[in-house]
């Protein structure tokens, strides 16, 4: 669920539907060769084989939203508005760890690096956003121990967020910022920011690639978009008519991008109207 190998060259590629019906997919990883991902509005987290199958695996009294892998093979996921991550083992969900007491605002995404520890995305405010929300959003590293604290502080509505392989960089991406904020990863797990990069129309989940590129799901562009580290846009996977949500490179070499994506829009998100599809 870090870093991955680049996909085949823009000429080879081919979309194709693994997975359609469901209401609004979101934090897919890749897994135990299977693509794991939640259903935000059915509750419900969910599994795809390769060849499409899919697995209901669990479900939740809070809308389910980020995920990631912890080194012994547990999933987390992050529950939104009850602001806590749940570890799913053999059947079971446990909790993680309850971030109430130090999250300003509704949890969003998430990630885990290898060394265990989960960076999640504290918006600042509570959904939906108020008019006057500025620069308000945090990340929160919840260490393998237990213990919390935010290591990272103004940000303009945190989305995907992704850790390189070697766990010394994280990106995270900036929603109403139309950009992805870099940071380097200490020691202790703290983060320095390096910079921002790119201009992208709402940028929503995101993955690294081996070459440190990243792919974004861009939400009012209806594309997935490979950028470097300068920001300059290398590829683009459009689709047409239908929101990007949120991507990860998975298969057997790593090198197929999911591509999630959801025939809505804002208006239609507040009535609660989507189709999802990867």
Known sequence: NVEHHTTV????MTLRTLHDGGRYFEGP??????????????RTLLSLSPAG??????????????????PDGRLVVLTMFR?????YHDGQLSLHADLSAIATGTIDDMIVDGLGRAYVGDLGFDLPPPP??????????????GTTRVVA??????????????????????????????????????????GRFGQIKA????????DGAVWVAAFEEDAFIRLDRSGRELQRV????????????GGAERRTLFCLSAATSYEELRQRKSSSRI
């Open 29 to 42: 990883r890749w897994h135990a060769g299977r693509l794991w991902f939640v259903d935000c509005m059915a």
């Open 132 to 145: 006057d929300r500025g620069a308000v959003g945090r990340i929160i590293l919840v260490a393998p121990d």
């Open 83 to 87: 602001k806590q991550l749940w570890t």
């Open 9 to 12: 060259d823009e000429d080879a």
């Open 203 to 210: 940028p929503d989940g995101i993955c690294l690639d081996r």
């Open 153 to 194: 502080e103004g940000l303009r509505f945190p989305n995907g967020i992704a850790v390189s392989a070697d766990n010394s960089r994280l990106v995270v991406a900036e929603m109403e910022g139309a950009c992805l904020a870099d940071y380097d990863i200490a020691a202790d797990g703290g983060l320095k920011l390096r």
């Open 238 to 249: 459009e689709t047409p008519g239908r929101r990007a949500l949120a991507c990860v490179l």
């Open 53 to 70: 199958e899919c697995r209901q695996h669990a479900t939740f009294d809070d809308t389910p939203c980020g995920t990631g892998i912890l």
